[in-house]
């Protein structure tokens, strides 16, 4: 199984500043198609996770371009430019590139 | 709008069974791949099952093979996941979700979640 490891396991951010989350996987996450599966999502206190970065860096629909995911093979990363409040919560990576699907163990951003 | 309502969830004891249900609208679940991911309480986010769009194949995390069964009726525009032989850590909020295979995107719509509690 592919092992995905985030770092820090906890952020404590000053609104405005900038954030940035490590996620490392085991295995190389460049599938035979070119892609590289390879995604972020945010999961805020009390709510469902939602998507924010897919394929390393397509921010998905609606999400604010303070976020911005890079990388490529086994080393990735998220970036928020300036932290807002609602900001707050837990980012996990996860792989796709084959089954079992796996997440990284998360990373809390606080304020 | 896209929507996916978990329901099902309860208190159960160990060794017991649960079915869950999600049920979909505003969309047709016959296009997507179909996913359950669970949450044990304060923990992060597991991957459970898989569901191929056709319900011709099953994916599963080794620690429910066996005992947990996933399935879907297009027709219904609904997802199940069957619980058997329910174990204390098995406790968590269920999601359901969906993604495109290949091109994506991964679980862009979620469910609000059941809580399946397996205790004596």
């Known amino acids: 199984d592919i092992v995905m490891t985030q770092a820090p396991l906890s952020l404590s951010v000053t609104p405005g500043q900038p954030a940035s989350i490590s996620c490392k996987s085991s295995q190389n996450l460049l599938h035979g198609n070119g892609r590289t599966y390879l995604s972020w999502f945010l999961q805020r206190p009390g709510q469902s996770p939602q998507l924010l970065i897919e394929e390393v860096s397509n921010r998905f629909s609606g999400v604010p371009d303070r976020f911005s995911g890079s990388g490529s093979g086994t080393d990735f990363t998220l970036k928020i430019s300036r932290v807002e409040a609602e900001d707050v919560g837990v980012y996990y990576c996860v792989q796709s590139m084959e089954h079992p699907i796996t997440f990284g163990g998360g990373t809390k951003v606080e304020i | 709008e896209v929507q996916l309502v978990e329901s099902g969830g309860g208190l159960v004891q160990p060794g017991g069974s649960l079915r869950l249900s999600c049920a979909a609208s505003?969309?047709?679940?016959?296009?997507?791949?179909m996913t359950w991911v669970r949450q044990a309480p304060g923990k992060g986010l597991e991957w459970v099952a898989n569901?191929?769009?056709?319900?011709?194949?099953?994916y599963y995390v080794d620690s429910v093979k066996g005992r947990l069964t996933i399935s879907r009726d297009n027709a219904k525009n609904s997802l199940y996941l069957q619980m058997n032989s329910l174990r204390a850590e098995d406790t968590a909020i269920y999601y359901c979700?969906?993604?495109?295979?290949?091109?994506?995107?991964?679980?862009?719509?979620w469910g609000q979640g059941t809580l399946v509690t397996v205790s004596s």
């Open positions: 979700t969906r993604y495109i295979l290949v091109t994506g995107p991964l679980f862009d719509s």
């Open positions: 505003g969309f047709s679940i016959n296009a997507y791949w």
């Open positions: 569901i191929n769009a056709a319900g011709s194949a099953t």
